[in-house]
């Protein structure tokens, strides 16, 4: 798996996936982590097309779906195939829904907005009056969906919101599954798991959420039977309010 849209088939064949554009710079991780979710060690289809072009052909998954135009309709990927309607329709609808890197960071930039600190505010008072400014409260909520699902696996978003008054600066997210579900890959954050307890911690593009501000982490899961949404979130061990 070389990118978010080479791979190198078993065979020796380097294929480029037709209709998919470079990786963005600031999804660039996450482009490669959902294609090894999808792709590593499991059959896929080439449709070579032109036998004169051998560096770029569409790639269909084992169960017919083809994978360019997946990986648009996730946010994944930018689509390459502004003439074909599928695509313009998946990647409108990635837009709409703040997917992938339509959401938090990129918000379809190329690299991800700068955190920026607003400049402290200095009040002058008459002596001997003095003022103590409030303690820093911290607060989060959580918004967590399945954006994606096959046959015992699946893509979900989780959404921290700081509500809190002071801006997050690095941060841990945790939570807990209760039907043995496994978390497979990551992106956003780095993740750990042991049991039922999963968690999640910021990388160095993802540490400062501002007050208001989000942060979604995405995760592909494997699950058995039924996929329940998980259960006792927290943000640097302070419990969140689930939305």
Sequence with gaps: MEDGRTVLLSDGTRIRMAG???PEECWAKAATAFAKAFLLDKPVKVDAGDPTIVDEAPLWLDDGTEYALLAVSQGI???DSPHDPAFREAEAAATSAGLG???DPCRGQAKPPAATTPPPVVVTVPSPVTTT???PVFGCAIGYRVTY???GGYNADVTITNTGTAPI???TL???FTRGQIVTDMWNATGKQSGADVSATNVSYTATIAVGGTQ?????GNHRADNPDPIAFSVNDHPCQVR
């Design 101 to 103: 890197l339509w959401g």
């Design 133 to 135: 400014a409030p303690a």
């Design 169 to 171: 600066n690095g941060w």
């Design 216 to 220: 979604v982490v995405g995760y592909t």
């Design 149 to 151: 699902r096959w046959n």
């Design 174 to 176: 945790r939570w807990k």
């Design 20 to 22: 998919l554009a470079a």
């Design 77 to 79: 990927l930018r689509g």
